[in-house]
T-cell receptor
């Protein structure tokens, strides 16, 4: 099974771009990479998902190199409200076996004024 | 639209007591899962269900039971609470369509004395 590794914590300042990298050396051919955001006292919330190259939505971008052994979540121009824990998830959601979904331990991002 | 609703939000139990954590979703999702979240250990899958009447074990199923008699509800039962089960419990659901993300409730914070 794939194992995901991400930094425990990161610090940034308002207005900066933040890049959080997740390593997943044993990712399987059918696996996708999904990122979630979690605020205190709330459940995780979906941010973005991708398979390869680059995916962008209204809140983030996801960069996945050709070998897919890592991925980088990019948050443009962060604000104080982006202070949260960010989780990397590797697997193919809804493929019939949720035990194959591998969660990272989360990166605690602190955005300072 | 309520999404995924978990009750109670907080609970304190004594060792050996039993209780049921409730989870309900109003999105007609096929897939539902229970996770526990502990400091430094991320999210760990307890049990999951791919539809009414179908359940399967996750990574840490011991000490917990589940059933799925309806599409909407997926209760988690602690048979005989132990201090090691002190945790925050999250319920999640997804449509079951390929790669669709999970929607999480806001959790139940459970303390076992």
């Amino acid at each position: 099974l794939a194992k995901t590794t991400q930094p425990i914590s990161m610090d940034s300042y308002e207005g900066q771009e933040v890049n959080i990298t997740c390593s997943h050396n044993n990712i399987a051919t059918n696996d996708y990479i999904t990122w979630y955001q979690q605020f205190p006292s709330q459940g995780p919330r979906f941010i973005i998902q991708g398979y390869k190259t680059k995916v962008t939505n209204e809140v983030a971008s996801l960069f996945i190199p050709a070998d897919r052994k890592s991925s980088t979540l990019s948050l443009p121009r962060v604000s104080l409200s982006d202070t949260a824990v960010y989780y990397c998830l590797v697997g193919r959601p809804n493929a019939g076996n949720n035990r194959k979904l591998i969660w990272g331990l989360g990166t605690s991002l602190a955005v300072n004024p | 639209n309520a999404g995924v609703t978990q009750t109670p939000k907080f609970q304190v139990l004594k060792t050996g007591q039993s209780m049921t954590l409730q989870c309900a979703q109003d999105m007609n999702h096929e897939y539902m899962s229970w996770y526990r979240q502990d400091p430094g250990m991320g999210l760990r899958l307890i049990h999951y269900s791919v539809g009414a009447g179908i359940t399967d074990q996750g990574e840490v199923p011991n000490g917990y039971n589940v059933s799925r008699s309806t599409t909407e509800d997926f209760p988690l039962r602690l048979l005989s609470a132990a201090p090691s089960q002190t945790s925050v419990y999250f319920c999640a659901s997804s449509s079951g369509a390929d790669r669709q993300p999970q929607h999480f409730g806001d959790g139940t914070r459970l303390s076992i004395l």
